[in-house]
């Protein structure tokens, strides 16, 4: 695929990731206040936000959500602003990746990922794809979002992960992104 590649709800997708890189994001690693508690919240596997067990249904809620979320050292998660800091639950990653476009091929593939959230992530350094194994045998593939928060790939983008990294070496399956090499296998 090229960079005119594009996708009928966004546009160019190497232009959205570049715009989407320069949003800054509200600077939760700075906050630490005193006022904690329970947002009665969690992400389900398959991405979806509950509160009180109720399925949030407004997209840009979730997304506004989203931004204020943090991982903290003990590997727990909370939503946090200047003035309360609130526990919520993540089943397993707090966004799934349901979505990937590729650029270019070999060394020089750029992979931009959709997030449930809307949100675009570029796979590189930065952003690195790592695959686990899960006790039954079966891959879980992540990308690294930001600060220890990671994306789910979901099963249908990781198929096309693995095709990509197969047609170009079947011998060695891994895949370059933004020009770093990621293998597929157990990390």
């Given at each position: 695929m090229s960079d005119e590649q594009t996708d009928s709800a966004h546009g160019s997708l190497a232009a959205l990731a570049a715009a989407v890189s320069a949003k800054a994001l509200p600077p939760v690693h700075l906050w630490h206040p005193e006022r904690c508690g329970d947002s009665e919240m969690r992400i389900a596997v398959d991405g979806t936000w509950f509160h009180q067990g109720t399925p949030i249904g407004r997209p840009a809620l979730v997304q506004l959500f989203s931004t204020i979320l943090r991982r903290e050292p003990d590997g727990s998660f909370v939503l946090v602003t200047p003035h309360e800091?609130?526990?919520?639950a993540v089943e397993?990653?707090?966004?799934?990746?349901?979505?990937v476009q590729s650029i270019g091929s070999g060394e020089e593939r750029r992979l931009i990922f959709r997030l449930n959230t809307e949100t675009l992530v570029e796979a590189g350094p930065d952003h690195p794809l790592r695959v686990d194994v899960a006790a039954d045998g079966t891959p879980r593939p992540y990308l690294l979002v930001r600060d220890g928060l990671e994306a789910l790939v979901a099963r249908p983008v990781f198929y096309e992960l693995a095709d990509m990294a197969l047609a170009e070496d079947a011998l060695v399956p891994r895949l370059w992104a933004g020009?770093?090499?990621f293998p597929f296998g157990q990390s």
């Open positions: 800091k609130l526990d919520i397993d990653a707090p966004f799934v990746a349901v979505e020009g770093a090499c």
